[in-house]
């Protein structure tokens, strides 16, 4: 049996503008999504609906991190200013995939646990295309 080429995402960077953000435990997204559009007609009589693609959904990329005051002013300027934001993340495969993508921060809570470290769970909500790519 082949060996899997399944990799962890330890080595994973963040970058906003260029510039890495880190201590970051873990990311989510982006959440790509579709929609679609219903077209069934009145002669359709095998019983079931038909659909075509519409538009697609970029979605979100949620940081969950740990906080520290110089990340969290940056992210907290993103989510004062109404200005798109350029945000890539690094893989640590070998084909050094990056998802580039432009946005803005819509949610910056604070978790304060009374025994464990406080972390901040970032928002992004993902503005038109996502692209992959080899780093260069």
């Not at 070998?94 to 604070?110: A, K, R, S, W, Y």
């Not at 304060?112 to 503005?127: E, N, R």
Request: proline letters at 4%; one cysteine or more.
């Amino acid at each position: 049996m082949a060996q899997s080429e399944a990799i962890t995402g330890q080595g994973t960077i963040f970058k906003r503008n260029g510039a890495a953000i880190g201590e970051i435990n873990s990311i989510d997204g982006p959440t790509k999504s579709r929609e679609t559009i219903e077209v069934t007609r009145l002669e359709d009589v095998d019983g079931y609906r038909q659909y075509i693609a519409g538009l697609r959904e970029p979605g979100t990329v949620t940081l969950n991190m740990n906080f520290t005051r110089d990340n969290y002013d940056v992210l907290n300027a993103d989510f004062e200013s109404d200005t798109i934001q350029s945000y890539a993340i690094e893989l640590p495969d070998e084909d050094e995939t990056v998802f580039t993508f432009n946005g803005f921060v819509t949610e910056l809570p604070i978790s304060i646990p009374i025994g464990d470290k406080i972390t901040c769970d970032v928002t992004i909500q993902i503005s038109g295309k996502v692209n992959q790519s080899t780093a260069s």
